[in-house]
């Protein structure tokens, strides 16, 4: 079997090609042939034939059994998903889903719809009522970019105050929705990260807060991770949301609410290295393609 993992613009194919190393033979095993490609390096031509033929990092290259596309989704990412899908290969995180994913609002509204618990949203701008924001959200809140990552601009308003402060310099136009979303207090600084692979519960970490005072719990704001274990309520619904997301690879983040969890968000390229290291590469290409539970 040949799997291709297609990195996006900001991902560094070189990090994933260290990562899935088969230092111990166990891909070879398993009869995995496992490759990594820059999107730039990835050429197919349409011949009007129906037949499509590509090229990887300057070879004539047969289309692999299966592909992920990880990190942000551009035109080149969408057009290769297309490219491949037509020709057999099955997509684990189709574009249409990642597109979907990268917006918090969109997958809200799925999981909404799927009756999912999560944490209650709505998106504001410039002229929205504080009263509506104060009423069906509350205060404090968190306020956050519809397409961010990482915990970049995301904010906990306390006050009144710093809530009109924050509509009053939102501009006319806006670019990225921003979010309003109920604090789960019970959640400061931390949350559960379950990792879906191949849609089924492969592993999960508390991520926690090395500040007492910060109520991010990201790794890219300090955070650390600590092993978790999760009971068969709360993979169905890890497992209902990724199937409902329709991402083969993910991670679902819970917040700990008073009673159980909710669903904070969906992350469609999740941070693999650590996951990789405590796994080991064979278990988890297995697992993501379905070999292993």
Known sequence: MKIWII???IVKADSWKKMVADEDGLLQKYGIEFEVYRRTEIVYIMGGDGKITFYADGKE???PDAFLLYGNIDGAMEGIDSALTASGAKSI???ASKRIAESKLKTAILFDKAGLPQAKTMPIFKNTPIEIIKQEI?????VKPDGGFGGKGVELIKTEEELQKLLDDMPEVVDDVMLAQKYINTSKGKDLRVILANGKYFTSSVRQSGNPDEFRSNCH???????YDIDKETVELCENAAKVA????????LLFAEKGFVIGEVNDSPGMALLIRKAGIGTFIKALMGTVR
Request: charged share 10%.
């Open 93 to 95: 995180n189709p574009a």
């Open 246 to 253: 329709g991402l083969g690879l993910c991670a679902i983040d």
């Open 138 to 142: 509350g205060i404090p809140l968190i």
């Open 7 to 9: 990195s996006g613009a």
């Open 61 to 63: 290259v047969a289309a």
């Open 221 to 227: 704001q300090g955070g650390h991770y600590e092993d």
